[in-house]
Structures are given as C-alpha cells and as structure tokens.
C-alpha cells in the first residue's frame, strides 16, 4: 500500500522559496506508469493543482505558477519536491502531494502539510 | 482552462437521506473526472475515477454517472463518516481543475 508524507517548513517568510518534499514509501516511486503531483488548498478556498512530474524527469505546470514553481525527484530518495519561490501571503495553504495514474488521474495522496507565508 | 461548476455548494441532509452532487465542465473531457472526499486532516480520498467506476475498498452507496458534459455523484443512504467535503476534478486538459466543492453537513 503506498503511502505518501509531505515535510518542510511550516513558516516561510515573504520573498523566499518555499520548499516541500514528499517522501513515498510502499512502493518504488520509479515503478509503474505515474506521475507525481502537487495541490494546495488555501485556508477557507479551492483546491489548486500545482503540478505533476514523472520519473525520467518531465514535468506539466499550472500556467498560473508556471514561472515560479519548480518540481523536481530524486529516484534514490524515494522522494520528490516543490519549490516556489518569491512566496507571497497568497501562497499560504495546505499542500498536499499525491501520486499521478496517467490514465485515471490522482489516485493516492498524503495527509498534506500546512505552509504560512508571513514575516 | 476547463472550468468545472460544482453544485451545491453546501448540503444540509441527515442520515439515511440521498445525495446528489453534480459537475458541469466547460468543454467535453470525455470520461476523465474523479471525485474526492476531504476531511480536516486527514489525506483526500478517491471515492470514483473515470467517470464511473468505483475506488477499491470504497463502500457501494457512492456512485458515479456521465451524462455529456455532466458528471454526478450519488451516495445512495448517507453515513455518519460522511459528512465531508466533496471535490470533482478534471485531468483531461493542463491545468487539471477542480471543482468548487460541495460541503456536506448534518442537518
């Protein structure tokens, strides 16, 4: 049964980067035909997919943070990450990481990790 | 991007009752929806995928239906676990969208 945790800092300043791993156990994150995803949802609002990226590297990006959002996977570590930099008021959310099904779209997701963006 | 319009966006119902939530989206995204439950937390959960079919180990009374561009999903008696918030979304076209959520509470 994979399961999946997110980790990082729960505070962040503004103008910083901020930072989330989402480490995968249960299952190799390297086997099978899936994507890995980000989604947040800001306190009181929708959810926003951030995201997806697949093993060998390629990644999709939600237009609307396409030019401050970095996704990345280390195969070795089981793990994959989220970096969004120049974080504003507006970035504060529950992140959520989840793995991808290319087929049948998000299937299993992690607890997700609470992120404040304030000085 | 495709729109998904949710409704209603809250449900006052009690235990035992029917329930239907509906998403309409902006453009044909053949069968590709799944529905979510999302609890404070706790990890959201795939009741539905494709339209249709129901998540393993999910109980019987959640179903799924495609009509168009209109996707549905029923809980057939509802249970006390859940009272919830349920999500639609769409991963046919970049961005993947949900919809708004419906808010499922105890009358």
């Known amino acids: 049964q994979v399961q999946l945790q997110e980790s990082g800092p729960g505070l962040v300043k503004p103008s910083q980067t901020l930072s989330l791993t989402c480490t995968v156990s249960g299952g190799s994150i390297s086997s099978g035909s899936y994507y890995w995803s980000w989604i947040r949802q800001p306190a009181g609002k929708g959810l926003e997919w951030i995201g997806r990226i697949y093993t060998s590297g390629s990644t999709n990006y939600n237009p609307s943070l396409t030019s401050r959002v970095t996704i990345s996977v280390d195969t070795s570590k089981n793990q994959f990450s989220l970096k969004l930099s120049s974080a504003t008021a507006a970035d504060t959310a529950v992140y959520y990481c989840?793995?991808?099904?290319?087929?049948?779209?998000?299937?299993?997701w992690g607890q997700g990790t609470t992120v404040t963006v304030s000085s | 991007d495709i729109q998904m319009t949710q409704s209603p966006s809250s449900l006052s119902v009690s235990v035992g009752d029917r329930v239907t939530i509906t998403c309409r989206a902006s453009q044909g995204i053949r069968n590709d929806v799944g529905w979510y439950q999302l609890k404070p937390g706790k990890a959201p959960k795939r009741l539905i995928y494709a339209a249709s079919s129901l998540q393993s180990g999910v109980p019987s009374r959640f179903s799924g239906s495609r009509s168009g561009t209109e996707f549905t999903l029923t809980i057939s008696s509802l249970q006390p676990e859940d009272f919830a918030t349920y999500y639609c979304l769409q991963h046919n076209s970049y961005p993947f969208t949900f919809g708004p959520g419906t808010k499922v509470e105890i009358k």
């Open positions: 989840a793995r991808d099904d290319y087929y049948y779209g998000l299937d299993v």
